[in-house]
């Protein structure tokens, strides 16, 4: 590289929950730069999940951590190759990289939900992934999957 690698930025923390990562979530979510619509859609989000959670001591954003946590792959697969072969070489993933991943599958899954809005949309994959159930669960599943069948080539690691 020829220019020395960007700083990363402090995100402030949001102003319902005073969370930092409710606005890298926010702002994976908002689009065109309408932040203040990604931050209404997130909160109505959380409302929907208080008015449905089965768990009475928990609150939304526990519920929307433990659903994001449960997203969260451990291993993913990358390509390299090798003597001409293409070969899919599991290795695990740095912490930042496993939440951005959780955050960007569990949105991707909540947009192509059926709901009508996508706060209930958003909500409804929350507590599917609490549960672990869900599209994004099933990502991470598939992911994992992945990198066992191809543990056979760990060898070839960089």
Do not use: C
């Not at 994959?125 to 869900?134: I, R, T």
């Amino acid at each position: 590289m020829r220019k020395r690698r960007a700083k990363k930025r402090v995100l402030l923390p949001d102003p319902r929950f005073n969370d930092q990562l409710v606005t890298r979530f926010v702002n994976n979510l908002m689009w065109d730069g309408k932040k203040s619509v990604a931050f209404k859609v997130f909160y109505d989000a959380m409302d929907i999940v208080e008015q449905k959670k089965e768990d009475s001591e928990k609150t939304s954003l526990e519920i929307w951590k433990d659903g994001l946590s449960n997203v969260m792959p451990h291993v993913e697969v990358r390509s390299r190759r090798v003597g001409g072969a293409t070969f899919q070489i599991p290795m695990q993933i740095r912490p930042d990289r496993k939440v951005s991943m959780a955050i960007k599958w569990m949105i991707l899954y909540a947009r192509k939900r059926n709901e009508k809005t996508m706060a209930q949309r958003l909500a409804a994959e929350v507590l599917a992934a609490a549960k672990e159930e869900g599209a994004a669960v099933k990502k991470r599943v598939d992911t994992h999957k992945m990198a066992e069948a191809n543990k056979a080539f760990s060898h070839f690691r960089f």
